[in-house]
T-cell receptor, first 109, second 115 residues
Framework: GESVGLHLPTLSVQEGDNSIINCAYSNSASDYFIWYKQESGKGPQFIIDIRSNMDKRQGQRVTVLLNKTVKHLSLQIAATQPGDSAVYFCAERDDKIIFGKGTRLHILP | NAGVTQTPKFQVLKTGQSMTLQCAQDMNHNSMYWYRQDPGMGLRLIYYSASEGTTDKGEVPNGYNVSRLNKREFSLRLESAAPSQTSVYFC??????????????FGQGTRLTVV
């Protein structure tokens, strides 16, 4: 069946370093892949998405890479800040949006 | 502009009781969704509605029913609550922007406890 999963449940990164959060997906029919950020006690917040016919998309301090050959998605956060501390979810969309399990990003001072 | 509004924010039910979670969006979005989130897990799709008048099952629909009342409102009903339905419930809505993409907006969640 369809599934979106993440390699690591927790990632600890030094403040100022770059963070890389990885995700594997299985549904080749998905037309968009999406990253969400969820802070404690809040609903998920859209960060960035990438269409399935692209392999890279950049936003403000974030870059998403898509490797369709190995069905792998990653989110890179440049110069990680304390405010980046949250759980990050990848998701995929065909006619509905399906989420992965999440990676908690912990920022070390 | 309120975005996506869910009510109630908190609820405690006894096993077997019924209740309806309400969701409304003011962004004129076509698609709406209901998810549940359990501790240590991601969001699992319960039901979704791609447009007014249509609803479809998601990953975990058993024990739930939905109604797309109009374009703004999408409600989730638990007919006979069970402890396994203790969770945080999120409603979301989305639209495909002109340039493509998918930007879904989420409510603040409803924390439901079934005892």
């Amino acid at each position: 069946g369809e599934s979106v999963g993440l390699h690591l449940p927790t990632l600890s990164v030094q403040e100022g370093d770059n963070s890389i959060i990885n995700c594997a997906y299985s549904n080749s029919a998905s037309d968009y892949f999406i990253w969400y950020k969820q802070e404690s006690g809040k609903g998920p917040q859209f960060i960035i998405d990438i269409r399935s016919n692209m392999d890279k998309r950049q936003g403000q301090r974030v870059t998403v890479l898509l490797n369709k050959t190995v069905k792998h998605l990653s989110l890179q956060i440049a110069a990680t800040q304390p405010g980046d501390s949250a759980v990050y979810f990848c998701a995929e969309r065909d006619d509905k949006i399906i989420f992965g399990k999440g990676t908690r990003l912990h920022i070390l001072p | 502009n309120a975005g996506v509004t869910q009510t109630p924010k908190f609820q405690v039910l006894k096993t077997g009781q019924s209740m309806t979670l309400q969701c409304a969006q003011d962004m004129n979005h076509n698609s709406m969704y209901w998810y549940r989130q359990d501790p240590g897990m991601g969001l699992r799709l319960i039901y979704y509605s791609a447009s007014e008048g249509t609803t479809d099952k998601g990953e975990v629909p058993n024990g739930y029913n939905v109604s797309r009342l109009n374009k703004r409102e999408f409600s989730l009903r638990l007919e006979s609550a069970a402890p396994s339905q203790t969770s945080v419930y999120f409603c979301a809505s989305s639209v495909i922007p002109r340039g493509g993409g998918t930007e879904a907006f989420f409510g603040q969640g409803t924390r439901l406890t079934v005892v």
